[in-house]
């Protein structure tokens, strides 16, 4: 096998990976928007050992009725930061509302006061550590050096090659 060849197969592989995990980059942002799917980092150990400090979760919002003792869901809370613990009692509300009571796997109380709820985000589930390499990669520097990246390996796979050499894998002088 020629030179060539072994660079033009590698080009197509590059290629071909490359579509793959754009078409799951689109899968994924199509099923976050259709199910209302987001991803929380957890910065505290309130909820160790099931989800340690450091943990990515995937979640997704749901209506308070469909919440049950024993879920583990996340709270917004207004002018504080959301709280993601697991819920103790639920006791119906007005209407479509539910008043829960919370508390972390790792605390010794239940969080000081309840919380009246019309939706809330449950946790699907959690990848201990991914918290970290995620905050990494949203830094700017990170962004730009991986934009140049992708855009220096689109330009390697889709820079043009004279007609002799795509044929043959040799150079063709004219």
């Known amino acids: 096998m020629s030179r060539g060849q072994i660079q033009g197969r590698l080009r197509e592989t590059v290629l071909n990976v490359a579509a793959a995990g754009g078409a799951v980059c689109i899968l994924a942002v199509v099923c976050a928007l259709l199910f209302n799917i987001t991803l929380i980092m957890f910065k505290t150990g309130s909820m160790s050992p099931a989800i340690p400090a450091g943990s990515l979760a995937v979640v997704r919002e749901i209506p308070a009725q469909e919440i049950t003792v024993g879920d583990v869901v996340t709270v917004d809370r207004p002018g504080k930061l959301p709280i993601t613990h697991r819920v103790q009692t639920v006791d119906p509300v007005e209407g479509a509302a539910r008043m829960i009571t919370m508390k972390g796997d790792a605390n010794t ?66």
Do not use: F, I, M
């Not at 990669?137 to 795509?166: E, K």
């Open 109 to 174: 109380e239940a969080d000081p006061a309840p919380y009246v709820v019309e939706k809330v985000r449950l946790v699907l589930w959690s990848a201990p550590g991914l918290a970290h390499p995620l905050a990494a990669a949203a830094n700017p520097v990170v962004l730009g050096a991986t934009t140049v990246a992708v855009s220096a390996l689109v330009t390697w796979v889709l820079w043009p090659r004279s007609a002799g050499r795509r044929r043959s894998g040799q150079h063709v002088a004219a």
